[in-house]
C-alpha cells in the first residue's frame, strides 16, 4: 500500500485523537467529581462544558486562511503543544474564572484542526479516495471516545480527577515532534513518497479541479446556497452529536455505579460507531453518493433517541442500547460529508467553506452541549435533552435529504 495510507494518514489519525482526547475527557471529569471538589453548581458545570466550543467556533476561518494559504503542519504543530499544554493545566487549576479561560483558550487552539486536517487530506486524497480517508480522520472521534472512556474512568477510579487531565494532556506535547517530522503540507514536500506516485497524484487531484466551476473567493462561497444548507445540517448535526458526547456518562452514571463501570458503558456506541463510519464511506467512495448515506444515518440516530425517551428510566439496559445506536448512527456519515465539500467546490475555496461550517458545527456543538446539561439538571433526568437531540437530527436529515448529490455547481 501507499505510504499515504500506511504512514501519513495514522499519524493524521492520531494527531486529531489527542485534540479529541482533550476536549472530551472533561465529560468524565464533570461525571467523577469534578463539580463537588470545586463546588460548581450544575449550571456551572453546563457553560463549563460548552465554553470551549465558543472559542472554537470565533477562530475557525482564520486558522483555515492560515493553513490554505500557509502551512498546516505549522498550525498544527503550535495546537498540539497549545492544547497539551491547557488540558494539563485544567488539572491544576482551583479558581472557576480560571477554568473557564482555560475551556476558552483550548476551543482556540483546537479551532482550526478539523478544517486544517480535511484541508491536507484533499491535498493527498483524490475524489475516489476522500470519504475513506476523511472517515479515517474522524475515527479519531468514536476510537478515542472508545479507549477514553475506559482508561479515564480508570484514572478517575483510581487517581482522580486531577490526574487524568494531567496524564491525558501530556502526549499531545511529545506527538508533535512526530507530526513534524512526517506530515507534509503537499506531495511535492515528503521525501518518503515515491517520484512516480508524487506525479501521478499531482496530475490526478489537478485533473479533477478542471471538473469544479471556479469560485472566486471565500466570500462567494460563503454566499452560495449549497455551503450555507451545509451550515445549518452541521449545527443541528453537531447539536446532537456533542449533546451525547458531553454528558453520556452523566447520563449512564446510576446509583453506586462505579466510574471504571461508567468507563465501559460508555465504550459500548464509539465501538459501534467505528463499524458504522468504515461501512458508509466505504460504500460513499464505491458509489460516488455522499447525501443519500448522511441523512438516512440521522433519522436513524433521532429515533433512537426518541425510543430512549419514551423508554424513561425503567428500562436502562434497553434504553441503553437505542443509545449504542444512537452513538453509531450520528458517526456514521462524517466521512462522506466532509468528501461531499471538496466535491463540489474548488480547493482556493473548499478549506474555508469547510470552516465556516464547522464553525457552525462548533455553535452546534455549544449549544447540544450546554442545553443538554442544562436540561439534564433542570429536570434530573435526560429525557427532554433526548428529545431536543432528535428534534435537531430529524430537521438536519430533512434538509439533507433536499441536498443533490455531486452536480455542477453554479456562481
Not at 472533561?26 to 449550571?43: E, H, N, Q
Not at 479516495?129 to 479507549?147: C, Q, S
Request: charged share 10%; proline share 5%; net charge positive.
Amino acid at each position: 500500500m501507499s505510504r499515504r495510507w500506511t504512514l501519513l494518514l495514522p499519524v493524521i489519525f492520531i494527531t486529531y485523537s489527542l485534540a479529541y482526547l482533550d476536549r472530551a475527557n472533561f465529560s468524565f471529569a464533570a461525571a467523577g467529581g469534578m463539580a463537588k471538589d470545586l463546588g460548581i453548581t450544575a449550571a456551572e458545570n453546563s457553560l463549563l462544558g460548552a465554553l470551549f466550543f465558543l472559542g472554537y467556533f470565533l477562530f475557525q476561518i482564520p486558522g483555515a486562511a492560515y493553513a490554505q494559504k500557509y502551512s498546516v503542519k505549522k498550525l498544527i504543530l503550535v495546537g498540539l503543544l497549545g492544547w497539551g499544554l491547557l488540558a494539563t493545566a485544567t488539572g491544576l487549576l482551583h479558581n472557576l474564572n480560571a477554568l473557564y479561560g482555560v475551556r476558552f483558550a483550548l476551543g482556540i487552539v483546537e479551532s482550526a484542526v478539523l478544517p486544517a486536517m480535511l484541508i491536507l487530506q484533499a491535498r493527498w486524497y483524490t475524489r475516489k479516495e476522500r470519504a475513506r480517508a476523511n472517515a479515517f480522520l474522524v475515527l479519531g472521534n468514536p476510537v478515542t471516545m472508545l479507549w477514553m472512556a475506559v482508561l479515564s474512568g480508570y484514572l478517575i477510579e483510581n487517581l482522580g480527577w486531577r490526574e487524568m487531565f494531567i496524564i491525558e494532556g501530556l502526549p499531545a506535547v511529545l506527538w508533535g515532534i512526530v507530526w513534524w517530522k512526517v506530515v507534509a503540507d503537499r506531495p511535492g514536500d515528503a521525501a518518503w513518497l515515491p517520484d512516480a506516485e508524487r506525479q501521478a497524484l499531482q496530475a490526478q487531484l489537478a485533473d479533477e479541479q478542471r471538473d469544479i466551476p471556479p469560485v472566486k473567493n471565500y466570500l462567494a462561497a460563503f454566499k452560495m446556497p449549497r455551503v450555507l444548507v451545509l451550515t445549518a445540517v452541521y449545527f443541528l448535526w453537531s447539536l446532537g452529536v456533542y449533546g451525547f458526547v458531553m454528558w453520556l456518562p452523566s447520563i449512564l452514571k446510576r446509583g453506586e455505579m462505579s466510574m471504571v463501570e461508567v468507563g465501559w458503558l460508555s465504550a459500548a456506541p464509539y465501538l459501534a460507531a467505528i463499524f458504522a463510519e468504515i461501512a458508509c464511506s466505504t460504500w460513499s467512495d464505491k458509489t460516488g453518493k455522499r447525501t443519500a448515506v448522511t441523512w438516512p444515518c440521522f433519522v436513524v440516530a433521532a429515533l433512537a433517541f426518541y425510543g430512549s425517551y419514551l423508554l424513561g428510566d425503567t428500562h436502562f439496559w434497553a434504553s441503553f442500547g437505542l443509545l449504542v445506536i444512537a452513538g453509531a448512527a450520528m458517526y456514521a456519515p462524517y466521512g462522506p460529508f466532509f468528501a461531499y465539500i471538496p466535491d463540489i467546490l474548488p480547493a482556493n475555496v473548499s478549506g474555508g467553506a469547510i470552516a465556516l461550517i464547522n464553525s457552525f458545527g462548533a455553535l452546534g456543538s455549544f449549544v447540544g452541549a450546554y442545553g443538554v446539561g442544562w436540561l439534564n439538571g433542570a429536570t434530573g433526568n435526560p429525557g427532554m435533552s433526548y428529545l431536543l437531540m432528535a428534534s435537531a437530527l430529524i430537521a438536519s436529515a430533512v434538509i439533507m435529504f433536499f441536498m443533490p448529490d455531486r452536480t455542477p455547481v453554479k456562481r
